[in-house]
Antibody, heavy 123, light 108 residues
Framework: QVQLVESGGGVVQPGGSLRLSCEASGFTFNRFGMHWVRQAPGKGLEWVAFIRYDGNNKYYADSVKGRFTISSDNSKNMLFLQMNSLRPEDTAVYFC????????????????WGQGTLVTVSS | EIVLTQSPGTLSLSPGERATLSCRAS???????LAWYQQKPGQAPRLLIYGASSRATGIPDRFSGSGSGTDFTLTISRLEPEDFAVYYC?????????FGQGTKLEIK
């Protein structure tokens, strides 16, 4: 069965950096793109970033563009989100999610989600 | 960027009733690439509908999606106690793949 397990969340000061990881299992990781989606406390879902199955296409929300970098290591079935210049408004639970369509250059809907990791940006 | 507006913000209904949730896009969603998710407190979202009207694997047939272009609807024909949750629409026709702000379905 598909499993996605996020890690790396924690408390960081404004302006700081954090790297989130997502370990994937139960499917052929190098065939599918992956997403990061976040949810601020008590708020709705916000799509953050997408990476193509081979890592060659990446898309970002305007709110994180230039500060966050999505990457993956297909040899280890791992997805990452490098977050720099963090702001209080980046405080959220960050979910990794599997894209539904294999070999696609663009993102589609997400058919499996992890349980999320909490990032708190506060001094 | 496509902005999705969901209505109502909160819907109060009783088990057995019919629920109709709306998602309106600020511009046409390419190929009707519109999905619906259900989220319960403390849980990850769960895919219900994709392509505006196709049910995901394992989703009961009381859930149905319809619509095209800029107007989409999620209908739950007969509410079960486990259906009370927050529902989100998402468009994946163009990046950024935006979500609506959610509709909370609560027990009346």
């Amino acid at each position: 069965q598909v499993q996605l397990v996020e890690s790396g969340g924690g408390v960081v000061q404004p302006g700081g950096s954090l790297r989130l990881s997502c370990e994937a299992s139960g499917f052929t990781f190098n065939r599918f793109g992956m997403h990061w989606v976040r949810q601020a406390p008590g708020k709705g879902l916000e799509w953050v970033a997408f990476i193509r199955y081979d890592g060659n296409n990446k898309y970002y929300a305007d709110s994180v563009k230039g500060r966050f970098t999505i990457s993956s290591d297909n040899s280890k079935n791992m997805l990452f989100l490098q977050m720099n210049s963090l702001r209080p408004e980046d405080t959220a639970v960050y979910f990794c999610a599997k894209d539904s369509i294999d070999w696609s250059s663009y993102g589609y809907y997400s058919d499996y989600w992890g349980q999320g990791t909490l990032v708190t940006v506060s001094s | 960027e496509i902005v999705l507006t969901q209505s109502p913000g909160t819907l109060s209904l009783s088990p057995g009733e019919r629920a109709t949730l709306s998602c309106r896009a600020s511009q046409s969603v390419s190929s009707n690439y519109l999905a619906w998710y259900q989220q319960k407190p403390g849980q990850a979202p769960r895919l219900l509908i994709y392509g505006a009207s196709s049910r995901a694997t394992g989703i009961p047939d009381r859930f149905s999606g319809s619509g095209s272009g800029t107007d989409f609807t999620l209908t739950i024909s007969r509410l079960e106690p486990e259906d009370f949750a927050v529902y989100y629409c998402q468009q994946y026709g163009s990046s950024p793949y935006t979500f609506g702000q959610g509709t909370k379905l609560e027990i009346k």
